[in-house]
């Protein structure tokens, strides 16, 4: 099983990743309030711009706390924090952390600055919706573990001096395509709702590998269906366009939008993307790069 923690609570996967600033709007997310309010913040972020920045920063990071906790942490917790970052953040931060579609964390100030997972849980667990960066609902235990991990690659990143920017596909490319295609048509009951010649012919053109397996994951939006039962019995079905307490709207094959109160009805609501989530919620680690790779094969 792998992910399945990010998973478990639908509320907050709710949409595309930019979309999610309409569920939270918390000013507690922005970055000034994560970070703390010592100078050190500033020096940092203009120290990490350098090489010889770096340096500065290798021989006196004990002091700040960081890199010394990096060395503190027993290898063992480290290995477990990179299993689990491999599973719930490489494919947008990048294997390495070294930034994909979200920001580098081996240079990170935040990371810098965090001490035991204290900083970077807050980030995992709220999220920051409105940039592109899910809520995740993980343990205390993996926060640290995913903290150590961290730091240790941060240690690691400032001694060497030197990581790689970019990812070649090859990296990502673990899983067998052929494998992939009988989990797609077979026990992923992916097949159900899509199509190799269909919706996803070409998937793989479209969308960049890392994208591609952000969608995978967290797709976009799509129209729920709802059916009202009326009391009378008969049933009316459409898209879902508007539920709260105390009202629901759908519109109808034909266009025509209906509106009830929710007193007199009973409202049955079908989201295929839950469908899709707890599919993925299922999955293994193996399943998962055996079907990014059958997907990155659909040109
Ligand atoms: C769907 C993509 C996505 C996933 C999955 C994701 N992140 Fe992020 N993350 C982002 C984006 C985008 C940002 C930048 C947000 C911003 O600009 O404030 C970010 C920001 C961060 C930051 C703040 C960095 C800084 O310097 O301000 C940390 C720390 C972080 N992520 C850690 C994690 C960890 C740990 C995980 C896995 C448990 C994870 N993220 C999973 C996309 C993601
Ligand atoms: C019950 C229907 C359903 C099932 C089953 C399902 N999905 Fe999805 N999937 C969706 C919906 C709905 C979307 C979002 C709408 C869209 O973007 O096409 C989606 C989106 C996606 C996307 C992103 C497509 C894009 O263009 O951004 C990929 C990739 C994907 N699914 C793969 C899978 C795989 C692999 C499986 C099997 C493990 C699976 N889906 C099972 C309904 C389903």
Redesign the pocket.
Known sequence: MWLCDPLTDPGTQTGK?SRLSVFRNDSALR?HSVRPHLPWGLMLRHALVGTAAAVFLATSAPSLGFAGDAQASPPELIQRGSRQ?GQ??A???GPDATGA???D?VR????AHDVNGNL?GD??RSG?PD????A?A?SDDQIKA?AAF?HDRARAGLESGDIPKNYALSKLLTGSAEAGRSYFEGPGGCKRCHSPTGDLKGIARKLAPLELE?RML?PGEAKKKATVSLPSGEQVQGNLVHMDDFSVGIRDSSGWYHSYSRDNVRVEVDDPLETHRALLRRITQKEFHDLFAYLESLK
């Open positions: 990743f970055p970052y719930s953040c494919f947008c931060h579609r979200g920001p964390l990170s100030t935040l990371v970077i980030v995992i920051r940039k592109g960066m899910p995740l993980l995913i961290l952000a967290y």
